[in-house]
Structure formats: structure tokens, C-alpha cells
């Protein structure tokens, strides 16, 4: 009966509990919502970084990440070759690269990019290349001559497929180094600073302009199962000689780790605030529907109710609240979250600034089945204990004054 | 055998910046089985000895016992017990809980006293029937009159057979003759069931229908006289 109770005096003021409701619902909507956007913001951010260039793993020659210039390359990758035989888990795959700061130019224009000398095929099943062609055709295995631009860099060069462009680089006799190559295909990437700085040739070709010989610039690795980096990193570094680098991309992509490692507070700070903004809404309502009722109150401690039972009475009314926005709340999020997972959210027309802080063009959101725990407790814990007041003042009416109440 | 006694009990309030003595030394005794009116003037302490005797408020001085317990000597949480068990309370307002049928108003002690779901449900029903309200126990309080109302409450009051059932103004919202209904309904209450009754009351009615007048004034006790049998 204590239940039927405490459901049928919320419903009493059928506008006062729509109402409250409704804050809570749009409280439980927008931590679910706007914490899953930040969630699939970040998870993207590093999907991409990861399938652009970066891998789950690198290895380099010590020296190179600080300087990367050519001679700072791994002379002969046999050690690498063998260290990977031997620990990459199955369904690993890795790719070479020769990678340097080069000049790109046709007759009109010329700008810094990063020259990355690939293996087509191995590079294929680590990066995002092949895939991003959209214009053209992917480099073949032995085509020395082919070179993969950026849409962005073809705009801004005004060329296209089947034109020339020059590279220029400094090779490891530290002598100017230059080449003619032919544009095979364009790419997109999800960021167009990706399309502006990076240009793709044939790994034998690069080797060669740049007098490298077997040198390459960095190993990048792509694992099965990602939780799995740290474990290949220690083992790869491990078998391999000191003058090699084996870094995760936690490692590479400082400024991803970072935002990572704060996600997890920044959301909960979120919640916290619109809790806040919630639980004045809360806290209102339960004392306008206690001081409403302070003669049945006073009836109540009359006919012998503990002060105890009282405050259970009205945190049962809360609950009842509570768990009414809670379960419309999830509703709407999920379905706000489905929704916005087919169609996403375009940032397209925030443009360069988008681009500068790293943010994809279009945000799917990412539901963490903690976020959601955490959203609901959030509320239904802080939501009771703040109904802790208007249930103590109830409790606190004494029979006589509360019965002469008007 | 008393089942109340008040031993120069007083009791002060302090009105804005006023002592004001509700009641200034008031000694009287009631036996059990009593039908008792206490009556006087607005402002003579009627209502204050009634809630002083139900451990609703606490005296500033004097012995307070009921059923042999020491009322103006006990915690709030044992007052509370006493409350429960041994007294019930009959309004002038009815006081009922707008949310609850008549049935779950009178089961409402008894789920607060801890008796089973079945035998609430079956005294219950038994008590509302002895008042009358054989069709009314689904009916909500604000669906029923007055006199139905205060029937309710004194079907809430004597359900778990208390000791004594203090009436403050039982018959003040009510007309006549469902006043004399509901007077005649508690002398068979107190007859059958041996539940002492203490009123405070102005309605001659409910003076002519007690079987003990005490006449209040100024918080003193000015008359205490028994009808004849």
C-alpha cells in the first residue's frame, strides 16, 4: 500500500509530475546523447587516425620521430622483418614505408607535403589508401613512375589525372633529390589536411630518388584486436636492438591520448551539471507537493507514523519520478542515438575549424554501455539523496502545528 | 479502574511575543469505558488537554498517564508507539488521505501496526460495515459526505481497538441530525467495544449525549459532573 500511496499522490498534481518528468527525461536525453556524440567523436578521431598512417603500431630507428629526415631511416629492416615473423599475433598484417618532408610542384604552384614511398599491396590492408581512391586508379605494384595526390592538393594545384607533378626531397648523400611523377589517382581523406599533406608513390621508387637503398622510414602494424598493442610493443621491443623505436599509437598521437584521458572526467562533469540544472527542478517540486500535504503529514505522525516512514514515503514518490523520466529519457536517447547513427551529424559547415581541432565531417555517436550505468545512476542516486531535504522537512512537522495548518 | 490521569498538568504557548497559559494546573481523572465531554468556550484549553492526553504535544509540567503510561515522560518515538496502539483519533476535519479509499484509509493503521494483508482487509471491511459503509469502500473521500467522511475516521480510529479514542470537534462540520448518527454510532462503540471516548466539544448535542461533562475556562477545570445513568 505504501506504493499505491506514493504513486497515487504524485499523480495529485498530474501538470507538477508532467513537468518534473520532463526535466528529467530531457536530463537522462542530453547525458546520453551528447556524452555517446562525444564518445563516437573521439572513437572516430582515433579510427581515423589510426587507418590514415599511423597503424596500432610503428617501428622506427631511433632518431627518426624527433628528425625525420632519410638518414634516419632503418638501413636494413632484416631485424624487423624477423622480429615480426615471430610475434605478430595471427591476422596481423604490417606494411614498410620510406616517409620524408618533400616539396611537391607543377608549373604553377608548389607547397611542402609528406612524401610516403608504399608497398600497394601490404600498404592496402594496413591504411586507408586504397580505399580512398576516387578518382583514377590505386598505385600498381611495379608502376615506379605513378603518384596518388589528395583531392584537396589537385584542387589547389588546379591539375588532375594523368598530369605531372615534381618532388623534390634531400636524399641521404644530403644532396637535393628530384623527381617527375605522373598522378595515377586522387584520394579522399576524412580530414582534407590529410588530402593536403600527404602524396603516395611506389615504395622502390621513393627508395630510389632518394638514394635510400632497402631503407625505410617506419613499419606500421594493423592488429586484430587493438587491445592487444601493448602486448605486441613489448614483445617486438623486446627481440628488436635498442636503435629501434616501437611506439603504440597512444604514443604517436599525443594529443588523441590526451583527449582520451580526460573524456572519461569530462562526461561525468556533464552529467553533474545538468544534474545540477535537474535537481533544483527536483528538489522544487517534492517541497511544493510537502508543504502542500503538511496536515496529512501531521495526520500521518498522528496516528503514529515514525518520522522514518515519512521520509521513506516521499523518497518512494521521487523514486517513482525518477524512474518514470529515467525510463522516457532512455527511450528518447537511444532512439535519438539510432537515429543519428544512420543519418549523423554533419560538420561540414564549420569547416576549417572543424578541421583544426581534428574533428571528422560527420560525428556518428558511440553509446558506452558505462555512460549509460553512469547517466542513469547519476540521476537515481543524486536524485534521491537530494530528496533527502523536503523528505526531512516532512518528517520534521509536528502533529499539532501541522494539523492547525490552513 | 482510571484509563487516564492529568496531575496539574500545564501547558504555556508563546504567541507572537505573549506567554499565553492554555491551561493552568488541570487535575481530572477518566475511567475506562468513560464517555467524556470536555466542554467551555473558544480558548479554554479543550483541544490542548486532548492533544496533550494523545502525546501530540507535551505539557509544560504535571503527570500525564494513559493506560497506565506515562505520557509526559516519554521520547517521541515511544509517544509514536503509544499513538499506534493505544489511541485513536476522530477530527473535526475528518482528516482522511484524499488518495485512499475508505477501506485503505481504515487498513492504513493497521499496515503501519504491521497486521497481515488478509486480516486488515477482513477487520477492515467488518468495521466499515459496523459503521454503515457496507457500499462505500472503494469510494474515495472526496466521493463521499461529511457524515460518511467522519464515519470513516472513526471506523480509522477503532479498528485496532484501542484503549481510548480522543474526538477533537467530531460533530463541528456536520449537520444535526448526521451528527446524532454518528454520536449514536460511537455510544454503540463504546457499549460493545468498552473503547473509552474523550471529546472536546461546544455542541450541546455531544455534551447531552456524554455520560461526563468537564466544563473548561481559562485552562481550569470550572465543572465535572456525571450523568445520571
Redesign the interface.
Known sequence: ??L??AW??IW?NPRRTTIITIAVVVGVWSMLVVGALDRGMIDQMVRNAIATLTGDIQIHHDGYRSDPVIENSIADPKDVHNALARHLPEGSFWTARVRVNAIVSNARYSTGVTLVGIDPESEARVSFIKTAVVDGHYLASDDTTGILVGRALVDKFETKVGHKLVLMSQDTEREIASRAFRITGTFRAELEATERQFVFVNKAAAQEMLKAGNGISEVSLFLPDHETVDMVRDKLKASLPPAYEVETWRELLPIITAYLSIMDSWIFIWYLVVFIAMGFGIVNTMLMAVFERI??FG?L??????PW?IIKGVLLEAFFLLIMGMAVGNAFGFASVFILNRTGIDLSALGAGAEYVGLPRVIYPTVYIQDVITANVVVFVLGLLITIYPAAKASRF???EA?AHI | MSIVECKDVKKAYRQDHLFVQALGGITVTVARGAFVAIAGPSGSGKTTLL?LI?G??TADSGRITVDEKTVTSMRQ?EL??????KIG?V?QSY?L????SAL?NV???M??QGVPQRERRERACSILDEVGLKEMYHRRPAELSGGQQQRVAVARAIVSNPSIVLADEPTANLDSKTGKELLQLMEKMNEEREITFIFSTHDQMVMDYARRLIILRDGLVTDDRSRDP
Open positions: 500500500m505504501h499505491q500511496l497515487r499522490n495529485r496536515r496529512e495526520l505522525t498522528a496516528l503514529g507514523m515514525k516512514w509536528t502533529p499539532v494539523l | 492533544n494523545g501530540l504535544d518515538s509514536a508507539v503509544l499513538r499506534l496502539y483519533f477530527f482528516n488521505i484524499p488518495v485512499l485503505e487498513e492504513y493503521v499496515l503501519l
